[in-house]
């Protein structure tokens, strides 16, 4: 199997939003995007299959040594392989790749989040920092388009998380901020045991305000002249916040099941930016 066939597995298996937005992409881009997806599924993967946190620790450590390696010119993995070619083109850096390692360690540290600057911090590693690359690898031009990038990538995380809630419960993390918990009376232990409550709800109506508001926020960063190539974000936008509204709709019935949006309206969600230019 080649490092491209690698990349294109990898993304694919995922089932990840993500994709639809990769399909209308020059085949050029959709490759370093492919790869640099794959990159992050890979070390998000260490965490999220740990069984041994020790054991995680090590595989991200030798992630980290991997990047500077395939920095250095000797890739080993088949993803750094397959993304290696595309880094000068597209202003790839270590720094990038490393942040993302990062921010996938401190999954491993820590299970809360005292407030939600503590929060930030981690959605700009795992998120800001791949929107930020998947921006230049779109075809960014104005210097503007990051901010842009890093509040969009925040808005994404933060669905996931909403989504996540009661998934992320049985492995004992708990993603909302702990004073904010306290602010509407939510107990941690009923998160973990998945016990909803009318003060749960209004605690999740606050949050999903928060990221629509993060959205907003976001689109109205987007310099003009770069709309066009930021399509494929603009795709993610159109689909993560019809899967927020989906979460909205659903009165945050999030602790006993995973709230989805079908393949084919993420596809037709995709389409209708891609063909109509509207999220």
């Known amino acids: 199997m080649t490092p491209e066939q690698y990349v294109q597995d990898k993304a694919a298996a995922s089932g990840s939003s993500f994709y639809y937005a990769f399909l209308f992409l020059p085949a050029p881009r959709?490759?370093?995007?492919?790869?640099?997806?794959?990159f992050c599924r890979?070390?998000?993967?260490?965490?999220?299959?740990?069984v041994d946190a020790g054991v995680a620790a090590t595989k991200l450590a030798w992630w980290q040594t991997e990047v500077a390696q395939s920095f250095a010119g000797n890739p080993v993995h088949p993803v750094m392989k397959a993304l290696m070619p595309h880094t000068a083109l597209y202003g790839i850096e270590a720094r990038h790749l490393l942040g993302v390692i990062e921010g996938c360690q401190m999954d491993l540290e820590q299970t809360r989040y005292l407030d939600y600057p503590g929060l930030q911090r981690y959605c700009h590693l795992v998120a800001g920092v791949v929107g930020e690359v998947a921006a230049r690898i779109f075809g960014q031009t104005d210097p503007q388009t990051t901010a842009y990038a890093h509040k969009l990538g925040q808005a994404?995380?933060?669905t996931n998380i909403l989504r996540d809630v009661g998934e992320d419960a049985?492995?004992?993390?708990?993603?909302?901020?702990?004073?904010?918990?306290?602010?509407?009376?939510?107990?941690?232990?009923?998160?973990?045991?998945?016990?909803?409550?009318?003060r749960f709800t209004v605690l999740m109506k606050f949050q999903a305000q928060r990221a629509q508001a993060l959205y907003d926020e976001a689109l109205a960063l987007l310099p003009a002249d770069d709309r066009r190539a930021q399509k494929p974000g603009l795709m993610m936008a159109s689909i993560y916040r019809a899967l927020l509204r989906e979460i909205e709709a659903d009165n945050f019935q999030v602790l006993h099941q995973r709230v989805a949006l079908t393949p084919l309206r993420k596809l037709w969600l995709a389409w209708k930016v891609q063909a109509l230019g509207r999220l």
């Open 30 to 38: 959709r490759a370093a995007i492919t790869a640099f997806y794959a």
């Open 42 to 50: 890979e070390v998000d993967d260490v965490v999220d299959e740990m």
């Open 156 to 158: 994404l995380q933060l």
């Open 170 to 198: 049985l492995r004992g993390r708990i993603y909302l901020p702990v004073n904010e918990l306290q602010q509407f009376d939510v107990k941690a232990h009923e998160i973990l045991k998945r016990t909803y409550s009318d």
